[in-house]
């Protein structure tokens, strides 16, 4: 398993090996706009979420970019996807292991990163999970960087129970502060110098570059460290009668 003295080890490591930048690498997901429709993102967006829905079309995917990376904040496992046929795999298993139903959702444009947003439920046996996720996209329409929250009070990004769409100053988000999702095919290479430098300044960033280097590691000690409690914490659900 992998501790914090091994997380820093390579931390530092990518760290001492930055050198340099160049302007495409640097590129952050706020200097692109859209290319496409509104309805077009918003679609995009449902078939996500059709996705994980195992009552829905299986055949009605979204379109993945190459690098797409899912991020889900605590008490969730963070980076729980990285890459185009790692995430359609990880849809189909999540469908299997935990079956659900995503009926109630509410999904929108914005004209600024990330273009779609959504407040959905996801529909268990056990009771319903509330869900804000944020959908960024390349020049291509193709989601480059997938976000998710609890719909719970404290879990959500913004400190603002008014701002329910994250638009306000002061919104704690990682697709926007990860260089190269900005470029025009949001390609995040985890090996640039922009991105080293990046997480020199951002714990957060050199966290999720530990996670992308090690990701099936690092989920399975996530999840071992989660609990058999995650769902109650993550979705509101009373626990369970002794």
Known sequence: MWNNAHRW???????????????????LSTDLTPTQTGDYYVDQANRYFDALDETADPNNLPKYS????RWEWPPWLYLTGFGQEQMEALDEAVKVL???TVGARDCRFFPVQPFAR???????????CPIYEEFT???????TFIEAWSDLP???????????????DGVHRMSTKLPGLGNANGLIDVDSAAMKQAADRDPEIADFLIRAEYFWPEWFEEYDLAGDDLFQRGCGWPAPAP
């Open 66 to 69: 190459e690098l797409v990376a």
């Open 137 to 143: 996209f390349n020049d291509q329409g193709e989601m």
């Open 118 to 128: 959504c407040r959905v439920s996801f529909e268990y046996a056990e009771g319903g």
């Open 154 to 168: 404290g879990l959500l990004p913004m400190a603002d129970p008014n701002d329910l769409w994250a638009e306000g």
């Open 98 to 100: 935990t079956p659900a």
């Open 9 to 27: 080890v390579v931390v530092a490591g990518l760290i001492l090996t930055a050198c340099g930048t160049n302007d495409v690498d640097e590129q």
